[in-house]
């Protein structure tokens, strides 16, 4: 608890140990009423003296004003009948607990939530002529050498130059595989070293880095409001005069009505279930629990690799009900290997050397599966004459005889006769001083658990799973067929994605909303497009945190489902919310109006409904954490 | 122009208060006010005073919830 807190806790049992002691005491009339003013004073001072300001601040109509007159009528209530002035403390006292398990369960989840995010790093070690020095990680120039020990957290992004190491990536993308680092690769902040010293020349400042973009996305996550959350911060502003209004009626209609038909009219009984009432209206419940239950959800799912920027994605990705994907790199690992070697008079070894020798100065990414295929070091020196092809592939002169590596295009520019292969991947003829001599076929591998991904999409409500792709025809359908895609478009340009999912959000129906998952490289005009912009293995890719909505920080399909789902489960929570707490409001307003329940039975539903919605808006923190 | 300050209030109406007041402040182009981070971010507009429009801000969030502090 805070010094704040415990202050309000103190005043909270001075007051009602003093209410109970004076309830022993038999004393009357004025003195009665002075004495019973010290635990109400004790416990309301602040609230009235709110109550006042406001009202010099012409901002009435708040929960201070609604407090002060309903206790303040009480204690008019209770000079002016019974002597009774225990209600009127009662209440406050009843709402100053509320307040304060409210204040408490806030401070709490924000800690909490804090220590999910907690990869921030305190410091980054240096050395100064020999010696090793903690500084702040901001003064860190970019290109200066820090040392990092095993348990210690990268600091700043940058290159390993000495020491290997096996690096806990779980704070980032909460997945527990270890990642194994060695000179010359790239580490980014937020890991943690786990088994040797690092020593690594930072490539950029630390606001810059990973870790830094990834706490100011999350910390900045709810400015972005959901439409439920701005429907409670209206229905406040309204229900608030409202209910006032309906209090004053309710303490002046029906005696006046009762005086016009010459009855009795009862005026205190009246004004005591006006003020009743007013104890009732207090909208705290609503306006806490559901940028709790939001705040507690984005918190959850950033623990889980999941960064959601704003409570307003959480309620579209709950209304999903089309996936749009890109192919490369989101539903395949966009690592190409050669999967089939079918030479033609010459052994496969000697084929896949040709072609590696022939490709060996290119870094297209099929050049490189075919040096990784051939596996052993390439004499660069046997090699002459590279001449690279625009769209048919290569040609050059490997130990004095010309190859061709290249599709079908360049063997029919070259007057090969070739044999014709079947294939789903990308295929590679080769032709040596015209000859074929057999052809290759590379594809790019789906990843292991996208099957999985895409039925339990299916089964959280999705109607449609789309492919998008620049790749060939045949090689997206089937990869479409094998993972159960429901629509593929294939050879496209980026403009041409845009086009497709334009007129898909123009055909659908205004509730049903459209995510579009890519992996950030050359999708930034469709991941902005798309109702909700996903992009995956975001690690490191500043284009693609900027580009979407939400950022899995690895590039796990699976995760797409997982948000899905707990988005579900956290809208549902914020639902039941509000019905719950309209609800319960709503019926005590009518009981106190009819005059079955009291005041403190307003007092207690007050502060029951908001306890109760206050810890069922706790629980989103958990549900992502959920595996 | 955005720029995020911290703050410090108690509850999540007066958050929302906080936010309308600092709306309507001439200069502010829009601000939400994250209440469970307890950050309010401002955008300005154009050419604006920076430091003249928080002062403002101050003042009229001071208007409508007595108890809230802003970290100019």
Same mark, same amino acid.
């Given at each position: 608890?805070?010094?704040?807190?415990?202050?309000?806790?103190?005043? #909270?049992?001075?007051?009602?140990?003093?209410?109970?002691?004076?309830?022993?005491?038999?004393?009357?009339?004025?003195?009665?009423?002075?004495?019973?003013?010290?635990?109400?004073?004790?416990?309301?001072?602040?609230?009235?003296?709110?109550?006042?300001?406001?009202?010099?601040?012409?901002?009435?109509?708040?929960?201070?004003?609604?407090?002060?007159?309903?206790?303040?009528?009480?204690?008019?209530?209770?000079?002016?009948?019974?002597?009774?002035?225990? /209600?009127?403390?009662?209440?406050?006292?009843?709402?100053?607990?509320?307040?304060?398990?409210?204040?408490?369960?806030?401070?709490?989840?924000?800690?909490?939530? @804090?220590?999910?995010?907690?990869?921030?790093?305190?410091?980054?070690?240096?050395?100064?002529?020999?010696?090793?020095?903690?500084?702040?990680?901001?003064?860190?120039?970019?290109?200066?050498?820090?040392?990092?020990?095993?348990?210690?957290?990268?600091?700043?992004?940058? $290159?390993?130059?000495?020491?290997?190491?096996?690096?806990?990536?779980?704070?980032?993308?909460?997945?527990?595989?270890?990642?194994?680092?060695? &000179?010359?690769?790239?580490?980014?902040?937020?890991?943690?070293?786990?088994?040797?010293?690092?020593?690594?020349?930072?490539?950029?400042?630390?606001?810059?880095?990973?870790?830094?973009?990834?706490?100011?996305?999350? /910390?900045?996550?709810?400015?972005?409001?959901?439409?439920?959350?701005?429907?409670?911060?209206?229905?406040?502003?309204?229900?608030?005069?409202?209910?006032?209004?309906?209090?004053?009626?309710?303490?002046?209609?029906?005696?006046?009505?009762? #005086?016009?038909?010459?009855?009795?009219?009862?005026?205190?009984?009246?004004?005591?279930?006006?003020?009743?009432?007013?104890?009732?209206?207090?909208?705290?419940?609503?306006?806490?629990?559901?940028?709790?239950?939001?705040?507690?959800?984005?918190?959850?799912? @950033?623990?889980?690799?999941?960064?959601?920027?704003?409570?307003?994605?959480?309620?579209?990705?709950?209304?999903?009900?089309?996936?749009?994907?890109?192919?490369?790199?989101?539903?395949?690992?966009?690592?190409?290997?050669?999967?089939? $070697?079918?030479?033609?008079?010459?052994?496969?070894?000697?084929?896949?050397?040709?072609?590696?020798?022939?490709?060996?100065?290119?870094?297209?990414?099929?050049?490189?599966?075919?040096?990784?295929?051939?596996?052993?070091?390439?004499?660069?020196?046997?090699?002459?004459?590279?001449?690279?092809?625009?769209?048919?592939?290569?040609?050059?002169?490997?130990?004095?005889?010309?190859?061709?590596?290249?599709?079908?295009?360049?063997?029919?520019?070259?007057?090969?006769?070739?044999?014709?292969?079947?294939?789903?991947?990308?295929?590679?003829? &080769?032709?040596?001083?015209?000859?074929?001599?057999?052809?290759?076929?590379?594809?790019?591998?789906?990843?292991?658990?996208?099957?999985?991904?895409?039925?339990?999409?299916?089964?959280?409500? $999705?109607?449609?799973?789309?492919?998008?792709?620049?790749?060939?025809?045949?090689?997206?359908?089937?990869?479409?067929?094998?993972?159960?895609?429901?629509?593929?478009?294939?050879?496209?340009?980026?403009?041409?994605?845009?086009?497709?999912?334009?007129?898909?959000?123009?055909?659908?129906? /205004?509730?049903?909303?459209?995510?579009?998952?890519?992996?950030?490289?050359?999708?930034?005009?469709?991941?902005?497009?798309?109702?909700?912009?996903?992009?995956?293995?975001?690690?490191?890719?500043?284009?693609?945190? /900027?580009?979407?909505?939400?950022?899995?920080?690895?590039?796990?399909?699976?995760?797409?489902?997982?948000?899905?789902?707990?988005?579900?489960?956290?809208?549902?929570?914020?639902?039941?919310?509000?019905?719950?707490?309209?609800?319960?409001?709503?019926?005590?307003?009518?009981?106190?109006?009819?005059?079955?329940?009291?005041?403190?039975?307003?007092?207690?539903?007050?502060?029951?409904?908001?306890?109760?919605?206050? #810890?069922?808006?706790?629980?989103?923190?958990?549900?992502?954490?959920?595996? | 122009?955005?720029?995020?300050?911290?703050?410090?209030?108690?509850?999540?109406?007066?958050?929302?208060?906080?936010?309308?007041?600092?709306?309507?402040?001439?200069?502010?182009?829009?601000?939400?006010?994250?209440?469970?981070?307890?950050?309010?971010?401002?955008?300005?507009?154009?050419?604006?005073?920076?430091?003249?429009?928080?002062?403002?801000?101050?003042?009229?969030?001071?208007?409508?919830?007595?108890?809230?502090?802003?970290?100019?």
């Amino acid at each position: 608890m805070t010094k704040k807190q415990k202050k309000v806790l103190h005043r #909270i049992i001075i007051a009602a140990v003093l209410m109970v002691v004076l309830g022993f005491l038999p004393v009357q009339g004025l003195l009665r009423l002075v004495m019973y003013l010290v635990p109400y004073l004790i416990i309301g001072h602040d609230i009235l003296r709110k109550a006042f300001k406001g009202i010099r601040n012409k901002q009435v109509f708040d929960e201070n004003f609604l407090m002060a007159v309903a206790t303040i009528g009480a204690m008019i209530i209770g000079v002016t009948g019974d002597g009774d002035y225990t /209600e009127a403390i009662a209440v406050m006292l009843f709402y100053q607990i509320g307040e304060l398990f409210q204040s408490y369960a806030v401070g709490k989840s924000r800690k909490n939530i @804090s220590e999910l995010m907690d990869i921030r790093p305190d410091y980054a070690n240096i050395e100064v002529d020999g010696e090793i020095e903690q500084v702040d990680p901001d003064e860190v120039a970019v290109g200066s050498v820090i040392l990092v020990q095993p348990g210690e957290k990268v600091p700043i992004d940058g $290159v390993v130059v000495e020491g290997n190491s096996t690096l806990n990536t779980s704070a980032l993308t909460g997945e527990s595989v270890p990642r194994d680092v060695r &000179v010359g690769e790239e580490v980014f902040s937020g890991c943690i070293n786990m088994t040797g010293v690092l020593r690594i020349q930072t490539i950029k400042e630390f606001g810059e880095s990973t870790v830094s973009k990834i706490l100011d996305l999350v /910390e900045n996550a709810s400015s972005k409001k959901a439409k439920s959350e701005n429907f409670i911060s209206k229905f406040a502003k309204y229900y608030t005069p409202i209910v006032c209004y309906s209090a004053l009626a309710l303490a002046v209609i029906p005696p006046i009505v009762s #005086i016009i038909m010459q009855i009795e009219p009862n005026w205190s009984d009246w004004l005591y279930r006006a003020l009743s009432f007013l104890v009732t209206s207090c909208p705290c419940a609503l306006v806490i629990s559901i940028p709790l239950s939001f705040f507690g959800g984005i918190g959850g799912a @950033s623990k889980d690799g999941i960064l959601i920027k704003g409570s307003n994605y959480i309620e579209t990705l709950a209304a999903t009900k089309y996936v749009v994907f890109d192919k490369t790199g989101t539903v395949t690992q966009g690592v190409f290997e050669v999967t089939k $070697v079918s030479p033609n008079g010459i052994t496969e070894d000697a084929l896949l050397e040709y072609a590696a020798l022939a490709e060996c100065y290119s870094t297209h990414p099929i050049s490189k599966s075919l040096k990784n295929a051939y596996g052993k070091v390439l004499d660069m020196t046997k090699v002459s004459d590279v001449q690279e092809i625009s769209g048919n592939g290569v040609t050059a002169t490997v130990i004095g005889k010309s190859v061709a590596v290249g599709n079908e295009k360049l063997m029919k520019n070259l007057d090969v006769s070739y044999v014709k292969a079947e294939s789903s991947g990308t295929l590679v003829y &080769v032709a040596v001083d015209g000859n074929f001599v057999g052809s290759i076929v590379i594809s790019d591998k789906i990843k292991p658990s996208a099957k999985t991904a895409m039925k339990d999409l299916k089964k959280a409500g $999705v109607k449609k799973l789309v492919m998008l792709t620049g790749d060939a025809k045949q090689v997206a359908e089937q990869v479409a067929a094998e993972l159960g895609i429901d629509e593929v478009h294939s050879e496209l340009l980026p403009a041409d994605k845009v086009a497709i999912v334009e007129k898909m959000i123009a055909v659908k129906g /205004e509730n049903e909303k459209l995510v579009f998952v890519g992996d950030g490289v050359n999708d930034a005009p469709v991941l902005s497009r798309a109702d909700v912009g996903i992009a995956m293995g975001a690690i490191g890719s500043d284009a693609a945190i /900027e580009a979407a909505d939400i950022v899995l920080m690895d590039d796990d399909p699976a995760k797409i489902a997982k948000a899905m789902k707990h988005s579900k489960k956290c809208m549902r929570i914020v639902y039941q919310n509000i019905y719950f707490a309209i609800g319960v409001k709503v019926l005590c307003l009518v009981l106190v109006a009819i005059g079955i329940a009291n005041m403190w039975l307003a007092i207690f539903a007050d502060v029951g409904v908001m306890v109760i919605a206050v #810890i069922n808006a706790t629980r989103t923190l958990g549900i992502f954490g959920k595996r | 122009m955005k720029k995020t300050y911290k703050i410090e209030v108690d509850c999540a109406n007066c958050a929302n208060k906080m936010e309308e007041a600092t709306k309507k402040t001439a200069g502010v182009k829009d601000a939400t006010v994250n209440f469970m981070a307890l950050k309010l971010i401002v955008e300005f507009e154009d050419g604006a005073d920076v430091d003249a429009v928080m002062k403002e801000v101050v003042k009229n969030c001071k208007i409508v919830e007595d108890d809230c502090e802003i970290y100019v």
